[in-house]
């Protein structure tokens, strides 16, 4: 596709992404897209030529030792790009990943028949007590815990009689903590009888 119409040039790609990333824009999902792309094209068309040395676009292969840096420098610009796309605010699917490796009952973005039998959030090193708040997809508090020693809460009684018989539930735990409050989530799952 080098020097093809659509093509920008070469550095064109790099201009933007300084540019981005100087106005602080560079977590947009058309930016992640074509990040990978530049990326995946410049390991692509390193790995094509064999010897890994660079030769301008269009101009045959080039003689000479071989430029052993440029793979690595490819691999480092791929984890250099990637590294913040991937720690930026989560959606659902990351939150249900994130929710899953934490312990989280039941793991975020989960679709039940049925309320749960149990809400279960992380477990805090050095945390004194737990405190559950669950809110509806409006965000109106449903139903507040008092606080309890450990990050298990059961679904019965008042809490059970607050869920909405179908919809998304949020839910929020506090730690309290010597330091102070830790707040986890929002988790959701979603009801649908």
Partial sequence: MSGGQDDPGPGRDDEVLRRRLAAGAATSPEHDRAVLEAAAR?????????????????????TGAPARWLLPLAAALVLAVTVPWLVQDPGPVEDAVRGAAAGVVPASGAVLSRPPEIIRGPQ??????YRLVVRDSAARELWRSAPQATP??????DLRRA???????LWTLSAVT?????????????LEP
Avoid: C, M
Wanted: no cysteine; aromatic share 8%.
């Fill in 42 to 62: 410049a390991t692509a068309d390193i790995a094509d030529r064999g010897d890994g040395a660079a030769t301008p676009a269009g101009r045959g292969r080039r």
């Fill in 124 to 129: 805090v090193p050095g945390a004194e007590g």
């Fill in 152 to 157: 298990e809460f059961g679904v019965t009684g």
């Fill in 163 to 169: 869920l909405p018989a179908e919809g998304t539930v």
């Fill in 178 to 190: 010597p330091t102070g409050s830790q707040e986890h989530g929002p988790y959701w799952f979603r």
